[in-house]
């Protein structure tokens, strides 16, 4: 699972509005309880915060509690480290009958999730967690989150209005997914470690409805009740806990035995049957499995009544026929040769052998679902999976290339678009791209070039500085990302964009690098600059899946760049991949970006994409050509100079020796001497101090014979630094004897 999915996962199953920061140490308790440092977190919790979770060893510590009094969801922290396998897969299994989903926290203690669709009032969640720790027998120590009925920001406590938090899992899950906290289950008598998409998916399964919290509303139940039985059940009845523990096999043999009928009144047979239809289905049992022993043993006539029982359990269970499941499976799942994976097109992701057993396990009784797979005159198999949005066909999602079979793992977006208003998105523009609209109107065009020609890559970036902290970047890429689909438009740093596997550059039509910054020295900074110009432009780009070797693949990704910074690239004044925009424009106030993005949660994006496919894009515009050049590429280049050229760009500026006015001509050497002497810069190569020459609009003359003072003759290389249109083609010697005098520290009047 991506990144991106993974934090909006979160974000929608553990909603919150006030957290701290999880920062690991080293220390470890005698218990076996890390020890982790908390830190509230000042803002408001947003998806960026959700990604830093996934992306760093920082986690994200939540309060379920919002406004004030209510929650979404909650949990039992269970601090017991080494537990038992055994008591283990006992506290997992219950705890899914209680609708929990169980995790394991940081320490390897377990955490036991409950999610609600609807907001509830946090004492009622305590209620019912406290019902469920009391059934599985825990320690009344245990502890139960939300820990408060209610928080007030104005209340004087420790938590100052935020009420305790409880770790997510997958911490630092992007950086070591082999060492998280993940979600559990139990398969074959053994507790399984879940990637996310499974964690996520028994989420779902688990999920409760407010009406499900009634009986917990004024006060814990005394006597949890886990099947909600009728304690007045008859004797002999499906409700009855001695029928209840009867095998299929078991309960028909009774019917038999008894000469039970649909006519005698007197008996429990239609509650037998439905019993015994319902326990076929739970067990994955085929209709032919379930209803055969039926007309074999109890009555051939009744095949419709049989029927209709079971069509009415396989909707109350929402459990397929395995047969109809298993014909899903094998059109769903299909074999990548050259990387030794499964691609499920239930999910649209890749997989490995164990998640697809896992998952699929309860259909196929014999073998795992690979095995099977394998052994089918019917699998599909194909030599890798491409992301190709021109050649998607709805019907099939195979393709050939040079005669080879490919799986197109492009979807489109399923936002239809809808012509409405867009004046919350048109403001927003507005104010980021202050100024001649021709800004604003590239941005567009970018992309809706991008949305009407899905699959075609342009050849230049979009590089949007702000000088302003959260003045509305993000917002713009929330609205983006909605119009392309949240599959075919990620966001990433700038360690993930140089990642040697990029594996972004096969599954995106629009990737972010978000809060792009320099860092390190000039050098590796220049490193990263010349191998994103590549990813750029380029249609075939290298790149490596984990374990595997490198290989060729097509690229129709085109990209966005955010930063806060002006030197985030160092691009140089002719550099054509890269459009650049710098904002100085201050953060609107927050009730514009609250109304914005309730916009955009009723729908907004609709109304947007419809905008951009609509949209009438100029002839003008060249999305194979160069960037079009702003000022704020000489702003950025300027701020991402070389340390050496921004010294000598000053220096010569301000006309500070030795670069006085009368100075004309200059050696390169000489001018690295002095400003090694002066400590001006070190490890400088002379290079450097050519190339910085250049850029501030000196011109090289060569070699030339001059008169050093105090020594032999000798052949310095020159630069003409003023007069170079006027001068310029003139011999450069004649120049060396007019105009070339020696760098001397004399003529330096720098007050030490």
């Known amino acids: 699972m991506r990144t991106e999915d993974l934090a909006n996962k979160l974000e929608y199953f553990f909603p919150c509005e006030k957290g701290y920061s999880a920062n690991p140490t080293n220390e470890v308790k005698p218990s076996g309880k890390r020890v982790f440092t908390y830190y509230a977190i000042p803002h ?15 986690g994200l510590t939540p309060s379920p509690l919002i406004e004030n009094d209510k929650c979404c969801w909650g949990a039992l922290d269970i601090d017991t480290y080494g537990m038992e396998i055994k008591k283990q897969i006992e506290i997992i299994n219950i705890a899914k009958e209680l609708n929990l989903t169980p995790a394991y926290s940081k320490s390897k203690g377990l955490h036991l999730y409950c999610t609600s669709k609807d907001k509830i009032l946090a004492r009622v969640m305590r209620n019912y967690l406290t019902y469920c720790r009391d059934w599985l027998g825990l320690d009344p120590a245990t502890e139960i989150f939300p820990k408060q009925d209610n928080v007030s920001p104005k209340t004087d406590t420790k938590e100052k209005g935020y ?91 009774k019917i038999v035995k008894e000469k039970m009928s649909l006519d005698d009144d007197e008996s429990f047979f239609d509650d037998l049957i439905t019993l015994y239809i319902g326990k076929g289905v739970g067990n994955f049992g085929t209709d032919e499995e379930i209803i055969n022993p039926l007309l074999k043993r109890i009555d051939p006539k009744e095949a419709e009544y049989f029927r209709s ?7 109350s269970l929402n459990i397929d026929d395995p047969t109809i499941a298993r014909i899903k499976f094998m059109r769903n799942v299909v074999y990548i040769k050259q990387v030794n994976k499964y691609f499920d097109l239930s999910t649209n992701d890749e997989y490995g052998k164990d998640a697809i057993d896992f998952e699929y396990s309860r ?46 793992s492009y979807q489109p977006n399923n936002l239809p678009a809808i012509e409405g208003d867009i004046s919350k998105w048109d403001g927003l523009l507005n ?11 590239h941005f567009l065009n970018f992309h809706a070039f991008n949305l009407q020609n899905p699959g075609v890559k342009q050849r230049h970036g979009l590089v949007i500085i702000s000088t302003e902290y959260q003045f509305g970047k993000g917002s713009l890429w929330r609205a983006l990302q909605e119009c392309y689909g949240i599959n075919n438009a990620i966001a990433i740093d700038i ?23 320099s860092s390190g020295k000039w050098e590796e900074s220049q490193n990263v600059l010349n191998d994103m110009k590549r990813i750029i432009t380029e249609k075939e780009v290298s790149s490596r899946a984990l374990y595997n070797d490198y290989k060729i693949v097509k690229t129709c990704t085109n990209y966005m760049f955010f930063s806060n910074k002006k030197d985030a690239l160092k691009l140089p004044k002719n550099e054509v991949r890269y459009w650049v925009y710098i904002s100085s424009r201050p953060r609107l106030p927050q009730q514009y970006y609250t109304d914005y993005h309730k916009w955009l949660d009723n729908g907004g994006s609709k109304h947007i994409l419809y905008d951009l496919l609509h949209r009438k894009i100029p002839e003008d515009y060249d999305p194979y050509g160069i960037a079009p050049k702003t000022p704020f590429l000489d702003s950025m280049s300027e701020a991402g100079e070389h340390p050496v050229t921004q010294i000598i760009r000053q220096m010569f500026d301000e006309c500070e020796f030795p670069f006085r006015e009368d100075r004309i001509l200059i050696g390169s050497t000489e001018l690295k001497q002095y400003l090694s002497e002066k400590k001006m810069l070190s490890n400088a190569r002379i290079n450097d101090i050519s190339n910085s020459l250049e850029l501030i609009g000196g011109k090289c003359i060569g070699q030339c014979r001059v008169e050093m003072r105090n020594t032999q003759p000798s052949k310095p290389t020159l630069y003409l630094i003023r007069r170079v249109a006027e001068l310029g083609h003139n011999n450069p010697q004649s120049l060396a004897d007019e105009f070339y005098k020696p760098i001397e520290l004399k003529q330096d009047h720098t007050i030490f």
């Open 44 to 58: 408001s919790i947003s998806n960026q915060t959700y990604r830093n979770h996934i992306n760093t060893v920082v």
């Open 163 to 253: 009420g305790n938090g409880i770790t997510l899992p997958y911490r630092a899950f992007a950086i070591k997914p082999d060492d998280v906290a993940c979600g559990l289950d139990v398969h074959d008598g053994k507790v399984k470690l879940l990637q996310p998409h499974f964690f996520f998916k028994m989420l779902e399964e688990k999920e409760m409805h407010e009406d499900s919290f009634k009986a917990y509303f004024d006060k814990k139940i005394e006597e949890p009740d886990l099947y909600e039985e009728n304690k007045n059940f008859a004797t002999g009845s499906m409700q009855d806990p001695e029928i209840q523990k009867l095998t299929g096999k078991e309960i028909l043999d």
């Open 309 to 315: 029982k079971l069509t009415k359990a396989r909707s």
């Open 363 to 408: 259909l196929f009784k014999k073998e795992n679902p690979t095995t099977h797979l394998k052994k089918s005159p019917k699998r599909l198999s194909v030599e890798n999976w491409v992301y190709d949005p021109t050649q998607y066909r709805k019907d099939n999602t195979m393709i050939k290339i040079n005669e080879l079979n490919y799986l197109n």
């Open 431 to 441: 104010h980021v791209f202050m100024g001649p609209s021709k800004y604003k109107d």
């Open 495 to 517: 360690k993930q964009a140089l990642d040697k596997s990029k594996g972004y550059l096969c599954n995106s039509s629009l990737v972010l690098v978000d809060e792009m910054a």
